[in-house]
């Protein structure tokens, strides 16, 4: 074997049971001290440190406080944006740099701790952290949302996967209730994977009725989807890997089965404003990275003895089965963790628990698939890991980039709702309707819905394909039928 073949040989995940806990930077010590341990590694080796966006806190020098933490000084330090893909992606990039000889060992690392920052916020106290940045550095996407987004109030995640569930809804022809009972029985399997999965933040085993009847305590947070089907944001979890040459886990005395194999993987991205989607309930993104991904391991979706999905909201999961051609039920389950709702969905984070998860698994032998979502459906990556080494080097250039629908700031006149939500307040209200709608000269426009009336009309029947008319005031549409 090549000495330069990149491997994974060493994973940990921690979840922190009682808040207050610790910072992200205590935590993203603590697994790289525990990875490293699990790899052989002596510090001092790593000669790249990344790091994946914290939204917990914003550090002056994140790789850099990390490094002296932990006694490395590597040539190569990185701090992500936010995306759930930047895991892989930074994986990705680990992995490349190794095989082209720049680099023998990389820590892969990422912490939130949400739950902690919500205890302080509810004691009335700051969190009590070290070496913010000053000045606050600007939020980090790699965008900032379309004006249309912005005064239309459609930025939240649980409203943009919202939007593209009932345009899939609508595509399927699936009733309201239909759709519901079909996202429970999809998602109650994955409540006992989390629930037998020491890390998950949430062990619970769920039943689809469960999960899809709304109550007090699954309540709707973005129309249809309930509290108990989305990604749970505010947790305490950290993970890391470390990855390095063959050579080096050679000379580390690594043993052979706890090394495995980025076999094949690939990133693309859809557009970044879901209204530009030319399909709103699909990716065409998505199917580019499965395939590619597949093509460079030299193996498909029959030879996986395990998967995971990326599950922040279901339509992710539904696009990603759609498109693979896989059975939502199939027998190998769709998440090793219990995925974001379940297990937990630190942010930008997730990948790298999915990741180690599934190492410890393809440590018995096999192959295993890993995907990963980022900002609003946009961006998706695709990874085949093994127990077998592969020749794939590739590096995150997109394999396909969508092309966007025109998006009308304004718009006055007749439209038709192509996929609608509706916000529901802290207490579970409804509050309002966010429409997408497509304009008659091809164009797509935002609209909002204020009247009790209309709201509840939206909540009570298939509102996709209702013609509308849109009227315009300070920048805003407000939809009426
Ligand atoms: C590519 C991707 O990964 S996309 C996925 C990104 N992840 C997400 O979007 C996470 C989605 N999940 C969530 O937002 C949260 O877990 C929720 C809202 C479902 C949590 O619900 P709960 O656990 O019941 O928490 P709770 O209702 O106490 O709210 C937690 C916080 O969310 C915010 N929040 C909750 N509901 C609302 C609402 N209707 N409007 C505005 N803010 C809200 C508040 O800031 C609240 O904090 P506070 O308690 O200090 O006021």
Not at 122 to 142: D, I, L
Not at 254 to 279: C, H, K, N, S
């Amino acid at each position: 074997m090549d000495p330069r073949t990149p491997c994974l040989i060493g994973v940990a995940q921690h979840t922190v049971r009682e808040q207050p806990g610790p910072e992200p930077l205590d935590l993203w010590e603590l697994v790289a001290r525990e990875a490293a341990r699990e790899a052989r590694l002596p510090l001092h080796r790593l000669d790249s440190i990344q790091i994946v966006y914290s939204d917990s806190w914003q550090y002056d020098a994140p790789a850099d406080r990390l490094a002296r933490r932990l006694g490395a000084d590597p040539s190569h330090r990185v701090y992500s944006k936010v995306s759930g893909t930047a895991p892989q992606l930074l994986i990705g990039e680990a992995a490349a740099r190794i095989a082209r000889g720049e680099l023998e060992a990389a820590l892969v690392v990422g912490a939130e701790a949400l739950a902690t920052r919500r205890a302080y916020r509810h004691r009335g106290e700051h969190v009590p952290w070290s070496h913010a940045a000053h000045p606050k550095p600007p939020y980090g996407w790699e965008r900032p949302p379309h004006a249309s987004e912005i005064a239309h109030e459609l930025f939240m995640p649980v409203h943009t996967y919202a939007i593209m569930e009932t345009a899939r809804r609508k595509s399927r022809n699936l009733d309201l209730k239909e759709e519901m009972l079909d996202r429970g029985e999809m998602m109650a399997p994955m409540t006992e994977v989390a629930a037998a999965n020491r890390h998950a933040w949430r062990r619970k085993v769920m039943t689809p009725q469960e999960l899809a009847t709304p109550t007090a305590a699954n309540r709707f947070v973005g129309w249809p989807y309930t509290r108990n089907t989305v990604a749970v944001i505010e947790v305490d979890q950290a993970a890391a890997l470390v990855l390095a040459s063959a050579g080096l886990a050679d000379r580390l005395n690594v043993p052979r089965d706890q090394r495995i194999y980025l076999r094949g993987w690939a990133y693309a991205e859809d557009t970044w404003e879901v209204a530009a989607r030319p399909e709103l309930g699909a990716s065409e993104a998505l199917g580019h990275a499965a395939r590619a991904a597949f093509e460079r391991a030299g193996l498909g979706l029959d030879d996986m003895n395990a998967l995971d999905l990326y599950s922040c909201f279901a339509i992710a999961l539904r696009q990603a089965c759609d498109t693979l051609g896989l059975d939502p039920l199939d027998r190998r389950g769709l998440t090793v963790t219990g995925g974001l709702p379940y297990a937990g969905g630190p942010s930008s984070c997730y990948v790298l628990h999915s990741t180690a998860t599934m190492a410890a698994l393809l440590r018995d032998g096999g192959h295993g698939l890993v995907t990963g979502v980022g900002m609003h459906l946009t961006k998706h990556a695709y990874a085949v890991w093994s127990s077998e080494p592969g020749t794939d080097r590739s590096d995150g250039v997109p394999v396909f980039v969508a092309d966007p629908v025109p998006i009308a700031d304004v718009h006055e006149g007749p439209a038709t709702v192509a996929g609608y939500t509706v916000a529901h307040d802290r207490e579970g209200r409804p509050d309002k309707g966010i429409l997408i709608v497509d304009l008659p000269d091809g164009r797509r426009a935002h609209a909002l819905v204020r009247q009790a009336d209309l709201i509840a009309d939206a909540l009570g029947r298939e509102l996709v394909g209702q013609e509308v008319r849109l009227s315009s005031e300070g920048g805003v549409n407000q939809a009426a039928w």
